[in-house]
């Protein structure tokens, strides 16, 4: 079965930029390519949230709380997800999860953590 691992977490100050990434394995580029990819976030005391989803079709959906400061984005030959993260506020601090859903099942990763502090 696919396996994800986020990675590109980190300590970043207010208004700073991060990337996180998120390479797929054991999976095949044409199932990557016809899969529907989201980032997902939880903070402590919090329900996990989805902030920015890209479907195969090339459609994006992203949370109001970040839309216009992240962007979801994918390589399929690389089988790789993105979420570029700018303007961050200590509010977007939280484990952030790379999340794949396949003609086949719904994959998940570990989690990255992102923390936002001066």
């Known amino acids: 079965q696919a396996q994800l691992r986020e990675s590109g977490g980190g300590l970043v100050q207010p208004g700073g930029s991060l990337r996180l990434s998120c390479p797929a394995s054991?999976?095949?580029?044409?199932?990557?390519?016809?899969?529907?990819m989201a980032w997902h976030r939880q903070a402590p005391g919090k329900q996990r949230e989805r902030v920015a989803l890209?479907?195969?079709?090339?459609?994006?959906n992203y949370a109001d709380s970040v839309k216009g400061r992240f962007t979801i984005s994918k390589n399929n030959a690389r089988k790789m997800v993105y979420l570029e993260m700018v303007s961050l506020k200590p509010e977007d601090a939280a484990v952030y999860y790379c999340?794949?859903?396949?003609?086949?099942?719904?994959?998940w990763g570990q989690g990255t953590q992102v923390t936002v502090s001066s």
């Open positions: 054991r999976i095949i580029t044409s199932t990557f390519t016809a899969s529907d």
């Open positions: 999340n794949i859903e396949t003609p086949y099942g719904s994959y």
């Open positions: 890209l479907t195969s079709a090339g459609t994006t």
